[in-house]
Each structure stands twice: as C-alpha cells, then as structure tokens.
C-alpha cells in the first residue's frame, strides 16, 4: 500500500509534537495565517486586544437571524454519543467526562483507534485502517456521531454530502454567543458555503525575521500588504546588501502546495467535486515558484546548503535567511521565537497573492465534524459547543505548552492572565529542546493580540490533494517536465480522488 506523504507528515508530527518546544515551527498554508508586524501604531494594538472582548465584525451567519433564535431542544432520554478519534487528546478525554457528569442521561462512547506501534510504517498502518474503516462507515451511512477530522479526508467527506453545516446550529442556538470565541477562525475555515468542520484550536501562522540584519541591509520592508512579487523584489535587494543569502527556506513542491492552499476554492470544489489545475493561473502559479527558487530568494533546503557571507549570526538562522516561517503552538512558544536571532526577531505577516486581501494566517487544529446522517445530530452539536467553551477548553497549564491556542476568547484570556501573573517562563528540557528561564514580555503578548485577531488566511493541514500536488510538481521543479504537462497530471488525479 502507498505510504501517502500527508500520512507520513502527520506520523512525524505525531511522534515529533513535544521535541518541538522551544523551536521554530514549520511551513504551512491554505488561507495563510500570518501575524501583524511588530511596529503597527500601539493604537492599532490597542484597538486590536479591546476586540478581543466585543464581537467580531466579520459577517456572522446569525447577526440577521437573532429574532429567529431558540434554544435548541435536547433529547430527555437516553442518548448515546459516539465520537471517533484517532488518538483522543487529554483535553478530549476529560471533557468527555465533565459533559457526562453535567447530562446524567448521556453516555458518550469515545472510541480511540491508536494502538501501540513499534516504528513509523506501524503508525501509518494504523492511520491507514482508521482512515479505511471510518469511510466505509460514513458512506454505508452509519458511522460514529461526531470525529475529530484531522486525518480524515474531510474534502470527500464535503463533497459527498457527509458532514452536517455546523452553521445550521449557530444560527439556531440562543445559548451560543458568538461573541465569546474567535469568529474569524471559523468564518475561514468555510468549505463550499458552509462550515462542515469546527476548530477547537488553531496555530497562528508568521514570518519571523532578524530585524537588525534587514535594517543593516538597508531595511525599508513594508509587509502590512505585501504580495509575492514585492517580496521577491524586496528581498532580492536585501540579499544584494546584507548579511544573509537567501530570504527564506523552503522546497520549491512544498511551497507550490502551500501556496494553492490559500487559494484553495480557486482550485478545488468539494460540493461539485472538481479542480481547475489544468489552467493558466495553476501555470503561471507554478513558475512563479520556480522563479523565487531560481533567482536564489528562496533557499531549497533538501536540495543546497550554503554558508554564510560572513559566517552563522545566530544559531536560530541555520538557513542562511533573513526570514523563517513559523506557526505558533501557544502563547509561550511565541515568547521564546521572539527571543531568536540574538533578541533581534520580529514579527512580519506572509506574503499573500495579488487577488488577495491583506491579513494574518492560521491553522486550524483539532476539527470536529458531525455525521449528516447520526440521529442525535444536536446532542452531538451541544457537545462541540461544550468543547469551544472555556469549560471544554484545554487547561492553561496544559496549553501553555504546544496543544495550539484556544478558539475561546475567554479561555485564550485566562492563558495570557496566566503569564502575566507569573511574569517568567521557567527553564525546561523536553526532549532535544531546551530553554532558559526569561521574563514575560507584556508588550510581545500585547503584540500576540493583534496576531490572532488579524488572522483570516486559513493554512490546510497535509492532505491527498496536497501530497499529489508535491510529488507530482517535483518533475517541473526538477526540469523534467513541463508545467503544462504538470498541471494536466495533477488535474487528472486529483479529480480522479474526489470522484472515487
């Protein structure tokens, strides 16, 4: 059986996750999630950290509907709730329990299908039968009530009509406030006109630069909307008069996966089941890539290794490059990237595409779907309520570690109350990674606001589309094909996989 990519990536982060505090966090893309850069006026961030508070202005579904709004009925009797995951997170776990405890009459099965595994190729034999046993559920019509998505093939799940629009209960439920959680994560996590998948968390996506090397090249970066080609041109002339080599580290397949994802609706229809791979803007989108590889702005990591014009500044610039890519695990892990390049990092956004708005990106975590065709499609919605809550959310000793930030805004509050009031991180070791203790920085929390409120790029996690868009473009990267030859390859399959 292949060993799909996404599978693999996932395996890794899986094994990985907790050797990753206190490091750079990885690549990612869809919608982009990208933070605000450091020096927007303080009343921008002032303005940005109130609204944590007050309710999103971003087009709620139910703003027009509050008259029509009830409180959802909920059966009395006996309810059984069957939810599926493939490793359930503690956070799950104990929420399970504290819902029962609340609902007397419900009775939650949550089942589990992680067994032990000896090495990676019995973990993605394991993700394999999971992802194999939960389909053939689903399409049989039967299946779990409510699954955490992350490993599922979601986009299938969409086309095929298999996920409940969690809108439909929003709009409907007078005990949801919307106000209380972080809108503009969910709003941009919509599929095909409907939300089929609700994030319990979501990682802030950003570049991370060396401030001090940019301003000794010249400086003059004007990230509050910048597109691709700006930053290539600006980057081009920060190469020609600094320090670094390159601007950023990537691989030219990844990249060219991260950047359809945020125009994912561009390429893909899951309602209709079609993609549009095969046209002039996957083309022109391809050797667009290729161009920044080309031209040195973007160092291939699995291909080159450089060094230095003048040696290694910091030991957080082994790419030899003036910005890293990092998605944040918590609001402690942002703490310690804003403590690399020898205290000089910084905050800038993500370059977006030309026929994109401005704003900061994210990746949503922890999906939760509900089953169109469970009989208890409430009981489950009042579940997944439950879990977005403050109450179901992750406990703030648990999360100021890597479980990603909290939908809830009040919940998020309670974790940065928290490193307020102890004002230092302790020093840890977890694993490889390792870290001194040092003093909150209240104005980089300040600034943390401003990142998680401006976020509207969703960054899809790996998945079969993105894993046939690496392997197959390696062939173009690698001047082997031609793009157009790419493109029809890639059109060919990934209509093929939302069809069978």
Request: proline letters at 4%.
């Amino acid at each position: 059986m292949k060993k799909s990519g996404w599978m693999i990536a996932l395996c890794l982060l899986l094994l990985c996750l907790t050797a990753c505090s206190g490091s750079n966090g990885n690549d990612g893309n869809h919608k982009e999630t990208n933070g605000q850069m450091e020096n927007a006026s303080a009343a921008d961030a002032d303005q940005d950290s109130e609204s944590l508070g007050e309710e999103s202005s971003m087009g709620q579904h139910n703003t027009s509907k509050n008259a029509e709004k009830a409180t959802i009925e909920l059966p009395t009797g006996p309810v059984k709730l069957v939810i599926a995951s493939f490793e359930p997170s503690e956070q799950l776990k104990l929420a399970v329990e504290k819902y029962e405890q609340a609902h007397p009459n419900v009775t939650i099965e949550l089942q589990a299908a992680q067994t032990e595994f000896k090495d990676l190729d019995s973990q993605i034999a394991n993700i394999e039968k999971y992802v194999s046993t939960t389909n053939t559920a689903l399409l049989s019509g039967k299946g779990p009530d409510l699954m955490e998505l992350d490993l599922l093939p979601k986009e299938k799940y969409v086309g095929r009509s298999l996920l409940a629009d969690l809108n439909d209960f929003m709009d409907r439920d007078a005990d949801f406030d919307q106000s209380d959680y972080f809108v503009n994560i969910w709003e941009n996590s919509e599929q095909s006109g409907g939300l089929y998948f609700m994030p319990l968390s979501f990682y802030p996506a950003q570049l991370i630069g060396d401030e001090a090397a940019i301003e000794q090249a010249g400086g003059g970066v004007n990230d509050a909307d910048w597109t691709w080609e700006e930053f290539a041109d600006t980057a081009t002339r920060l190469i020609q008069n600094g320090t670094y080599d390159h601007a950023l580290a990537s691989a030219p397949e990844y990249m060219l996966s991260e950047r359809v994802g945020e125009r994912y609706a561009q390429f893909v229809n899951e309602g209709s089941r079609q993609a549009d791979f095969d046209s002039p803007a996957f083309v022109a989108l391809m050797e667009q890539v290729k161009k920044l590889f080309d031209d040195g702005v973007i160092l291939d990591f699995t291909r080159s290794s450089s060094g230095s014009k003048g040696g290694s500044r910091v030991s957080a610039a082994k790419s030899n490059a003036y910005f890293q890519s990092a998605q944040v695990p918590s609001p402690m892990e942002f703490l310690l990237m804003m403590d690399g390049y020898e205290g000089h990092a910084k905050v800038y956004t993500i370059p977006h595409a030309k026929d994109m708005s401005p704003g900061g990106y994210f990746a949503a975590n922890e999906r939760m779907g509900i089953n169109a065709a469970s009989s208890v499609k409430e009981q489950a919605w009042d579940f997944v309520k439950f879990l977005l809550s403050e109450q179901g959310a992750a406990d703030p000793d648990i999360s100021l570690g890597n479980t990603g930030f909290p939908i809830s805004k009040v919940a998020y509050q309670k974790e940065i109350q928290k490193l307020r009031d102890d004002g230092e991180v302790p020093a840890f070791k977890n694993g490889p990674a390792e870290a001194d203790a040092f003093k909150v920085d209240e104005e980089k929390l300040d600034l943390l606001d401003a990142i998680v409120t401006s976020a509207v790029h969703s960054i899809d996690q790996p998945s079969e589309i993105s894993d046939l868009i690496t392997e197959e473009s390696k062939a173009f990267f690698a001047g082997q094909k031609s793009a157009e030859a790419v493109a029809k390859l890639i059109q060919n399959k990934v209509t093929t996989y939302l069809n069978e």
